[in-house]
T-cell receptor, first 114, second 114 residues
Framework: KNQVEQSPQSLIILEGKNCTLQ??????????LRWYKQDTGRGPVSLTI?????NTKSNGRYTATLDADTKQSSLHITASQLSDSASYIC?????????????FGSGTRLQVQP | NAGVTQTPKFRVLKTGQSMTLLCAQD?????MYWYRQDPGMGLRLIHY???????AKGEVPDGYNVSRLKKQNFLLGLESAAPSQTSVYFC?????????????FGPGTRLTVL
């Protein structure tokens, strides 16, 4: 069964600090991996997407890495801001016989404090 | 350009009641999806549609029905609500169903079944 595990479940950091969120997956056949940001009371918004051949992708202060051999991804947030407080969801996409299947992690809830 | 909108934002039902959740998108997307999000779990796909007039079952379809009579609208129905259907429901849409295609999410509907 395809699974996506994220850690930690929740995290509190001070404004201006960096943090790293982890995502481990067992999804086959792997196509690509996305990180989404979900603000409280809102729907998820895509931050980055990485295919099998990519091992790093940046979007402003967000940098995602992918190790397809160990089936791990991380999302690094640099110089955190209060607006970074949200849940971050790792999504792994499998593509099998032309049909796409998404497996969502349960998310890491990040709280940035002043 | 409103993106993906959902109606209503909140709803409380009694067990056995029925209701319909409406999703609308103005991006001319072919694909539309209904997910549910429960605490401690990743989003799970209920039903999806690959085009006007077509629907298909997702991961957790039992107790739900859907219709896509117009390309821009995707309706999710609960015929006889149960407490287990208490959840936050998200609609999403995408232009294509390819592996790298981005899904755009609505703001969600919080449903409580008493």
């Amino acid at each position: 069964k395809n699974q996506v595990e994220q850690s930690p479940q929740s995290l509190i950091i001070l404004e201006g600090k960096n943090c790293t969120l982890q995502c481990n997956y067992t999804v086959s056949p792997f196509s690509n991996l996305r990180w989404y940001k979900q603000d409280t009371g809102r729907g998820p918004v895509s931050l980055t997407i990485m295919t099998f051949s990519e091992n790093t992708k940046s979007n402003g202060r967000y940098t995602a890495t992918l190790d397809a051999d160990t089936k791990q991804s991380s999302l690094h947030i640099t110089a955190s801001q209060l607006s970074d407080s949200a849940s971050y969801i790792c999504v792994v996409i499998a593509m099998d016989t032309g049909r796409r299947a998404l497996t969502f992690g349960s998310g890491t809830r990040l709280q940035v404090q002043p | 350009n409103a993106g993906v909108t959902q109606t209503p934002k909140f709803r409380v039902l009694k067990t056995g009641q029925s209701m319909t959740l409406l999703c609308a998108q103005d991006m001319n997307h072919e694909y539309m999806y209904w997910y549910r999000q429960d605490p401690g779990m990743g989003l799970r796909l209920i039903h999806y549609s690959v085009g006007e007039g077509t629907t298909a079952k997702g991961e957790v379809p039992d107790g739900y029905n859907v219709s896509r009579l117009k390309k821009q609208n995707f309706l999710l129905g609960l015929e006889s609500a149960a407490p287990s259907q208490t959840s936050v429901y998200f609609c999403a849409s995408s232009y294509l169903g390819t592996d790298t295609d981005t899904q755009y999410f609505g703001p969600g509907t919080r449903l409580t079944v008493l």
